[in-house]
C-alpha cells in the first residue's frame, strides 16, 4: 500500500526533527542512519525511499534547526529599539549553552566543527545560517556603513558560536557562566 504525498511528508519530518535532535545531542560522527530510523520509528530501508544519502538529511536537519534558530531570534526582537533587539538576540543566543532542552540551538556552536568534515551541500547549509543570524544583527546596529555593520555583526556571530562552543565544554557551571556573561559584554560594548 502505497503512502500518500502528505503522509510521505510527514515521515520525513519526523526524520529531518528526529536526526537534528540526535545529532545536535550526540554529534554527527556518533549517529547512524540505523539510529534516526530507529528512533523514528521506521526500518533503515525506508530511509533511502527519502534521502539519497546520510549528507542530504545532515543539511535537511541543519537547515530545519537552524530556521527554528532564526526564527526564535526575529521573534525576540518585535518591537523592540535596535539596542534592545541587539541584547535580547544575545541573550537569546547565549542561552543555549544552559539549557539543555532548548528548542533552536544553533548547530554552529554545537556541532560546527563536525560540519567541516561533510560535503558542501552540508556546509553551505551552515554558512547560510551563519550569514542569517550575521544580516539580522547588521539591522540592529546603530547606522553606520552597510560593510562596517557587517563586520561588526560577523565578529558578533563569531563571538556568541564561540561562547557558547566554550561554555559547553567548561568543566563547571561557574566558568560557563563567566565564558557567557564575558561574550555578552564584549558583543554588547562592540556596538
Known amino acids: ?36 530510523m530507529a528512533a523514528a520509528g521506521l526500518t533503515r530501508g525506508a530511509f533511502y525511499r527519502h534521502f539519497a544519502s546520510k549528507d542530504e538529511l545532515i543539511a535537511e ?24 533587539a541587539l541584547e535580547n538576540i544575545v541573550s537569546i543566543y547565549l542561552s543555549q549553552a544552559e539549557q539543555q532542552d532548548e528548542q533552536s540551538p544553533c548547530t554552529l556552536a554545537m556541532i560546527g566543527a563536525e560540519l567541516s568534515h561533510y560535503d558542501r551541500g552540508v ?15 547588521a539591522s540592529q546596529l546603530p ?16 563571538t556568541m558560536v564561540g561562547a557558547v562552543t566554550l561554555a559547553r565544554i567548561a568543566p ?7 565564558i557567557l556573561a564575558n561574550a555578552k559584554a564584549a558583543v554588547l560594548a562592540a556596538q
Do not use: C, P, W
Request: a positive charge; zero cysteines; proline letters at 0%.
Open 172 to 178: 563547571d557551571a561557574a566558568v560557563a557562566k563567566t
Open 143 to 158: 547606522q553606520q556603513n552597510k560593510k562596517k555593520r557587517l563586520r561588526i555583526a560577523s565578529g558578533i556571530v563569531s
Open 61 to 84: 536537519a541543519n537547515g530545519s534547526s537552524s530556521e527554528r534558530l532564526y526564527s526564535r531570534l526575529q521573534n525576540g526582537i518585535i518591537g523592540k529599539s535596535q539596542a534592545k
Open 1 to 36: 500500500m502505497r503512502k500518500s504525498k502528505t503522509e510521505t511528508a510527514e515521515t520525513r519530518a519526523r526524520i529531518v526533527h528526529t536526526a537534528a535532535k540526535m545529532f545536535l545531542e550526540n554529534g554527527l560522527g556518533a549517529v547512524g542512519m540505523r539510529d534516526i
Open 123 to 137: 556546509r553551505d547549509v551552515a554558512v547560510s545560517a551563519y550569514d542569517h543570524i550575521v544580516q539580522l544583527i
